[in-house]
């Protein structure tokens, strides 16, 4: 497997995942994943930050146990700023602002995460970065870390995802969600030195921008 690394040390990778690819291997997906190519390069791989299969951008991985344990703290102890892109359907009034909602899974699909007032506290920051034809470029951070949380917090103030065919609608000019894990800030997991990473836009989000008169 042909890894996109972005950065490369002793004790932690980062790499960009493209659109499509399944971080983890599952009963449907034995090989391909992107651990499974991790595990061809590195010993003891351990993924810090996951992603849905059609979510684009950056994921940190830990090499070995106590990597992992360290990076998981600092994470959970919101040492870790995890700043992702969305296209979202409309422009979100006011252009800044904070999402706080509870999740938790759906008691009918437990694919799918609602708001749910018994759910898991959640809150998402976002700001719009670019408006076009029916749609804007939105920059969201993660103060919390709940699996779909800026899928659903975007779609629980009207503005879906672009091309999320699971809390919103598909769209012509993208088919899969328009999410990109773009950047984080972490300290080193044993110099404790700032590191920042960026993950640059996949081609199927840059066209996307192009066509809709966004910029990042």
């Known amino acids: 497997m042909d890894l996109a690394v972005l950065y490369e040390d002793d004790a932690v990778v980062a790499v960009a995942k493209p659109p499509g690819m399944v971080v983890h291997p599952t009963y449907k997906n034995w090989s391909g994943t992107l651990l499974n190519g991790l595990l061809a390069r590195y010993q003891e791989p351990r993924i810090v930050t996951r992603l849905d299969r059609d979510t684009s951008g950056l994921v940190l991985v830990a090499l070995g146990a106590d990597m992992h344990a360290r990076m998981q703290r600092d994470s959970i102890a919101g040492r870790m700023k995890k700043e992702y892109l969305a296209v979202v359907c409309g422009t979100p009034i006011p252009a800044s602002g904070s999402i706080a909602a509870p999740l938790a899974r759906s008691a009918d699909d437990r694919r799918r995460v609602v708001v749910d007032p018994a759910g898991q506290a959640s809150q998402t920051e976002y700001e719009v970065i670019s ?49 990109h894990a773009w950047r984080v800030a972490f300290p080193h997991p044993t110099t404790r030195a700032l590191l920042e990473v960026e993950a640059g836009l996949p081609p ?7 066509r809709q008169n966004l910029t990042l």
């Open 204 to 210: 199927d989000l840059q066209q996307l921008l192009r």
């Open 131 to 179: 408006i076009g034809e029916g749609v804007a470029l939105v920059r969201c951070r993660l103060m919390t870390g709940r699996t779909h949380q800026i899928r659903v917090h975007l779609a629980s103030i009207g503005h879906p995802v672009v091309g999320d065919t699971v809390y919103g609608t598909p769209h012509d000019g993208v088919p899969r969600q328009a999410l």
